[in-house]
T-cell receptor, first 109, second 114 residues
């Protein structure tokens, strides 16, 4: 069965304090790994897609990387508006999308 | 352009009742998928429709069903509601089968079962 595990569950950062979120996965044939951001009371918002080991994607203060077993979401010099729950998801060969439980990031000014 | 619209946003039902939730995808999007989100289980895949055909189904009992209409609008139905069905139900749309993972989510329908 496909498994997606995110760590830590929660992360409290000071504004400007860079950090990384981890997403480890076990999947039968990876068709893609995706990162989403979810704000309270809202649906998830798509951030990145990664397809193969070694791939990297960047968007503003966020950078996602992928290895054969895990992905990292690096947050560089975060601001309070980066506070959200970050979700990782994988799509396997059966096209089903499996989500991790998420990492809730709080950035204090 | 308009985003994914889900109705109703909030609803309260009692055990044993049934409920129908509606999702209008972004114009031009042909794929619609449904997810259940709870604090304990996180986001779990229910099913995906593409051009009125169910392409994939998650591990939920038969009480959960869905359909997609020719205009890509989708509905999901839960019959014989149980307390554990209380959750945020999210709908997402995409252009095709979303290999890119670029799903556009609605704000969800929050169901409370008493």
């Amino acid at each position: 069965e496909d498994q997606v595990t995110q760590s830590p569950e929660a992360l409290r950062l000071q504004e400007g304090e860079s950090s990384s979120l981890n997403c480890s996965y076990t999947v039968s044939g990876l068709r893609g790994l995706f990162w989403y951001r979810q704000d309270p009371g809202k649906g998830p918002e798509f951030l990145f897609t990664l397809y193969s080991a070694g791939e990297e994607k960047e968007k503003e203060r966020l950078k996602a990387t992928l290895t054969k077993k895990e992905s990292f979401l690096h947050i560089t010099a975060p601001k309070p508006e980066d506070s959200a729950t970050y979700l990782c998801a994988v799509r396997a060969n059966d096209y089903k999308l499996s989500f991790g439980a998420g990492t809730t990031v709080t950035v204090r000014a | 352009k308009a985003g994914v619209t889900q109705t109703p946003r909030y609803l309260i039902k009692t055990r044993g009742q049934q409920v129908t939730l509606s999702c209008s995808p972004i114009s031009g999007h042909r794929s619609v998928s449904w997810y259940q989100q709870t604090p304990g289980q996180g986001l779990q895949f229910l099913f995906e429709y593409f051009s009125e055909t169910q392409r994939n189904k998650g591990n939920f009992p038969g009480r959960f069903s869905g359909r997609q209409f020719s205009n890509s609008r989708s509905e999901m139905n839960v019959s014989t509601l149980e307390l554990g069905d209380s959750a945020l139900y999210l709908c997402a749309s995409s252009l095709e089968t979303a290999d890119t993972g670029e799903l556009f989510f609605g704000e969800g329908s929050r169901l409370t079962v008493l």
